[in-house]
């Protein structure tokens, strides 16, 4: 082979290297600081001291909270994927928002409470899920498909109903908690819309490369287990504290 063939091939291959190492350390990166995904330190300290309305910083909380959380990321990542055309992404992405943003204001101003390791457990199935519909796994397995759009819907159930089991692990007060609630939902839009911009930029450009559909399984095979990863922490940290 001419070797400056070799290297044009290799030039032209190392963006599509660095956009599947992008999605990899997307699904493996946090795996192991697993436990922090919740609020703690300064955070912690500062919500069992709250009294009264605190809008900007639970803005600032909520914020932080999606864009650290990687059982959410890793989920957005599989939703948008193989969305193409902005108006698609709006869509899913609002349904996912409604999901979360009921079950969340439910579980903290309505004091509905469920175990938060079978609910995180159910977040990490959600990216095996996401991922095994966007290689086709229910058409090549099971020869059927399920509605995308009714599953992003009811996985943003569970996923909000995770950050209201973040917030139970307190006792907030009452005096303000309406407006802090709201404040913090408010938060993680901000953060989604930050974590979902950077991640549909490298999706953008990625798609221009011929290696994107080669490296796709590859890449949600990735996220597939991240997401057993997920489900497997949890599940045993469900059986450890039973």
Known sequence: MNPATTVTANTNAAPERLALLTFVLLAFVFVPEASAHGVSGKDALFLQSLRGAAVGPLMYLGAKHMVTGYDHLAFLVGVVFFLYRMRDVVQYVTLFTIGHSLTLLVGVLGGVRANPYIIDAIIGFSVVYKA?????????????????RAVVLLFGLFHGFGLATKLQDFALS????????????????????????????????????????????????????????????QLSGYFLEA
């Open 132 to 148: 095994f519909d966007n290689i086709e796994g229910f058409k090549q397995f099971f020869g059927w498909q399920p509605n995308t």
């Open 174 to 233: 009452r005096d303000g908690l309406v407006a802090n609630i709201l404040s913090f939902n408010v938060g993680v839009e901000i953060g989604q819309v930050i974590a979902l911009t950077a991640v549909v930029a490298v999706l953008t450009y990625w798609r221009t490369r011929p290696g994107f559909l080669r490296h796709a399984v590859a890449t949600n095979g990735a996220l597939m287990a991240c997401g057993f990863l997920l489900i497997g922490y």
